[in-house]
């Protein structure tokens, strides 16, 4: 089984910055990308961000570009969000999402999400 435990989430103005985390363990041969998806109040879940574990590739939902940056610390099978001049429409449930190949043999990924953590931008 894979875990992602995701961190970082709080309450912040407007124009502030959060930064959130999220570690993958549990029975994982690689990874082969992680990512970050949003879900505000009555809203459908929605893409925000995604990075490729070899080669470093990222890519960014139209409303999140130049404001938030994502990244990856191989070593500790962590994906990081950085969320900077943040708007009250951030305000979500942010899910970290994995791609991962469980053993040598896998022909395929399997997909997993975490638990979320809130994020809320207000004044």
């Known amino acids: 089984q894979v875990q992602l435990v995701e961190s970082g989430g709080g309450l912040v103005q407007p124009g502030g910055s959060l930064k959130l985390s999220c570690a993958a363990s549990g029975n994982i041969f690689s990874i082969y990308a992680m990512g970050w998806h949003r879900q505000a109040p009555g809203k459908q879940r929605e893409f925000v961000a995604k990075i490729m574990w070899s080669g470093g590739r990222t890519n960014y939902a139209e409303a999140v570009k130049g404001r938030f940056t994502i990244s990856r610390d191989n070593a500790k099978n962590t994906v990081y969000l950085q969320l900077n001049s943040l708007k009250p429409d951030d305000t979500a449930v942010y899910y970290c999402?994995?791609?991962?190949?469980?053993?040598?043999?896998?022909?395929?990924?399997?997909?997993?999400w975490g638990q979320g953590t809130q994020v809320t931008v207000s004044s």
């Open positions: 999402a994995a791609d991962v190949f469980l053993t040598v043999a896998s022909m395929k990924t399997n997909d997993y």
